[in-house]
T-cell receptor, first 114, second 115 residues
């Protein structure tokens, strides 16, 4: 069974601060995805990283895929109150019994205070 | 309408009631999923359908009964639920051969409260 562990589970910071969320596994994934979920809504895909060592930037958000494709990180620069939400990482595999399935981490609840 | 649509958004039901959740996707995806999201717990995969066929039942109690009449529609029939079944039920769809690059598209969920 593939597992993804996210840390920290809870993060409470002031507007303007930087933060990093980690997603770790002992399994190799074909891709790592990050979703953001707001209260009362479903998760929305933010980014997919596919290549080991890949770094993607989405405005103030920087996503990195580990060289061995087992871990990922999400870094937010100068957090804003609008960044508040649940951040989920998910691992995908291209074939085998995991074809078409995602393995989700337990999530990180981020609260950004004004 | 595009994306994944779930109805109703909110549902309150008694333990002896029978109700159904509906999910509809207009993305041309071939796979649909039901997830349960409870407070302080990770997303729990319940059922997977590929091309209308159920390919996974993640040890879900029989009081939850899924139905997939076609690739665009997915239902979750509920009967004699327990208070611990109160949760956000999320539907998602995907194109299985593109999950690696494009992931899932989720609906907004149905907030279910069992009283």
């Amino acid at each position: 069974t593939q597992l993804l562990e996210q840390s920290p589970q809870f993060l409470s910071i002031q507007e303007g601060e930087n933060l990093t969320v980690y997603c770790n596994s002992s399994s190799v994934f074909s891709s790592l995805q990050w979703y953001r979920q707001e209260p009362g809504e479903g998760p929305v895909l933010l980014v997919t990283v596919v290549t080991g060592g890949e770094v993607k930037k989405l405005k103030r958000l920087t996503f990195q895929f580990g060289d061995a494709r087992k871990d990922s990180s999400l870094h937010i620069t100068a957090a804003q109150t609008g960044d508040t939400g649940l951040y989920l990482c998910a691992g995908a595999n291209a074939g085998g019994t995991s074809y078409g399935k995602l393995t989700f981490g337990q999530g990180t609840i981020l609260t950004v205070h004004p | 309408e595009t994306g994944v649509t779930q109805t109703p958004r909110h549902l309150v039901m008694g333990m002896t009631n029978k109700k159904s959740l509906k999910c509809e996707q207009h993305l041309g995806h071939n796979a649909m999923y039901w997830y349960k999201q409870s407070a302080k717990k990770p997303l729990e995969l319940m059922f997977v359908y590929n091309f209308k066929e159920q390919t996974e039942n993640n040890s879900v109690p029989s009081r939850f009964s899924p139905e997939c009449p076609n690739s665009s529609h997915l239902f979750l029939h509920l009967h004699t639920l327990q208070p611990e079944d109160s949760a956000l039920y999320l539907c998602a769809s995907s194109q299985p051969d593109r999950v690696v690059g494009y992931g899932y598209t989720f609906g907004s969920g149905t907030r279910l409260t069992v009283v």
